[in-house]
């Protein structure tokens, strides 16, 4: 089967990992991909938000599967693009429609959609230039402290907490009047805070049953001890420790079943992951967010811990027989470790060899390429986030200790990463 891939950080790096295992897939191209996923199959320079061109090569190479890694192609309508073109339609297209991808494009239609399916979630309004000055009100009136939501995609940046009203009412007038995370930001949710764990649960659906894949915990903060700015992500655990089974058995009955029920009742095509961003609170599950596709650097280690073929899977949920489906999972707590470039999550600089590559690596380690590139024959870093190291272990504390090992005979200028990832259960 002729795979495309699209993407091109560490989440599409372990998914060409994971493809390439499969009997059913030859080739697989990547596009744009990194210096890892050329690994794993053909790297193909396209521009993954030029439908045309997507489309034109799907053509031109007879592909047969196609698996979305991103938001941003899913959210503009990859899947509507391909479904409306007699050549395209009948790929198999892993990635939801433009309508389901409004779970993750549009935070306060995702609001609305848990609201309707009484799935629990935090007290919410939503507010735009119209309304401007009953936000300002209702600001000054809020408990504290206070969760901002640009309402569109902002890069993992549209979320902010405030902790007086002075701050809220100065991030809220920044988001609508002066347009802080452009359109983005025309639209405001307000959220009431959830004091709690957070968590990441993940499914394959085929929009009618689901898969549910191994659990992750990702850890956001730039420092250790979880302090610092956000970043997209320094490290992840799968399994979560506190994630037992009469926790998982809420999750699934008061949110994943009503969510895939809601979208069929709603007519709503959805076939491909969905990320369901919780917060445990007193023993209850909530949802913060809907992702329309996975989590990076949680596809790290929930990938890697999936034991089953993954084009299998994904054919599974094009043909709508998910139902027949049994996942097996690797019962190893696996961890991984982001490693960055100096100054990032704010700028930060590139093009900097990569050393260490070449090592041998334990069996129960792998190196996930995320913002990397080829250059002269040298792997050069390429981005915020360069690169992270999966281990698989017993406990939680040796997997961290064997990701460690292998990243300290890494070497770029520059090079960061925490060394506490999974601290709170070690």
């Known amino acids: 089967m002729q795979i495309l891939l699209l993407g091109s950080g560490g989440r599409e790096h372990a998914l060409a990992w994971k493809l390439n295992q499969s009997v059913w897939a030859n080739p697989l191209y990547i596009a744009p991909g990194n210096a890892g996923t050329s690994q794993c199959g053909i790297n193909v320079e396209l521009d993954i938000s030029n439908f045309e061109e997507i489309g034109k090569f799907c053509k031109e190479k007879k592909i047969e599967m196609l698996v979305v890694g991103p ?3 899913l959210v503009k309508g990859l899947s509507d693009y391909f479904k409306a073109d007699p050549e395209l339609e009948k790929i198999f297209f892993i990635g939801p429609s433009k309508a389901g991808a409004r779970l993750e494009g549009s935070k306060s239609f995702a ?5 309707r399916h009484n799935i629990p979630t935090a007290g919410y309004k939503e507010f735009t230039i119209d309304n401007y000055e009953e936000g300002i009100k209702y600001l000054n009136e809020h408990s504290l402290p206070i969760v901002l939501k640009a309402d569109g ?18 991030e809220f007038e920044l988001m609508i009047q002066q347009s802080k995370f452009g359109d983005a930001s025309k639209k405001v949710v307000v ?3 959830l004091e709690g764990i957070e968590m990441s649960v993940f499914v394959l659906t085929d929009g009618k ?9 990702d850890y956001k903060r730039i420092n250790e001890g979880d302090k610092g ?22 999750v699934e009955e008061k949110i994943i079943r009503p969510t895939i029920a809601g979208l069929l009742q709603e007519q709503i095509d959805y ?3 969905i990320f369901f961003g919780l917060i445990k609170v007193n023993d209850e599950p909530f949802v913060i967010e809907y992702n329309c596709r996975l989590g990076d650097p949680e596809t790290e280690v929930i990938i890697p811990r999936l034991e089953n073929d993954l084009v299998g899977l994904f054919v599974s949920a094009c043909n709508q027989e998910l139902d027949t489906v049994k996942i097996n999972v690797d019962a190893r707590t696996a961890i991984t ?6 100054g990032y999550p704010a700028a930060y600089e590139k093009d900097f060899v990569i050393e260490g590559l070449g090592i041998e690596v334990p069996n129960d380690s792998l190196i996930f390429h995320a913002g990397t590139v080829m250059k002269d024959e040298k792997v050069v870093t390429n981005g915020g986030r360069v690169l992270c190291v999966t281990s698989f272990a017993e406990t939680v504390y040796e997997a961290v200790d064997k990701s460690r090992d292998v990243l300290e005979q890494i070497y770029y200028d520059g090079i960061y990463y925490r060394r506490d990832i999974g601290y709170e259960f070690l």
């Not at 700015?229 to 809420?250: E, I, L, R, Y």
């Open 153 to 170: 995609l902002a890069a993992g940046k549209g979320v902010v907490i405030c902790q007086n009203h002075l701050e809220a009412i100065a």
């Open 229 to 250: 700015p956000n970043t997209g992500g320094m490290g992840a655990v799968s399994p979560v420790p506190f994630a037992h089974g009469p926790f998982m058995k809420k």
């Open 71 to 73: 938001e941003e192609p």
């Open 337 to 342: 470790i982001v490693a960055v470039s100096r």
């Open 191 to 193: 959220e009431a805070f």
């Open 209 to 217: 049953n689901y898969a549910l894949l191994p659990e992750a915990k």
């Open 271 to 273: 076939k491909g992951f």
């Open 111 to 115: 609001k609305a959609f848990m609201q």
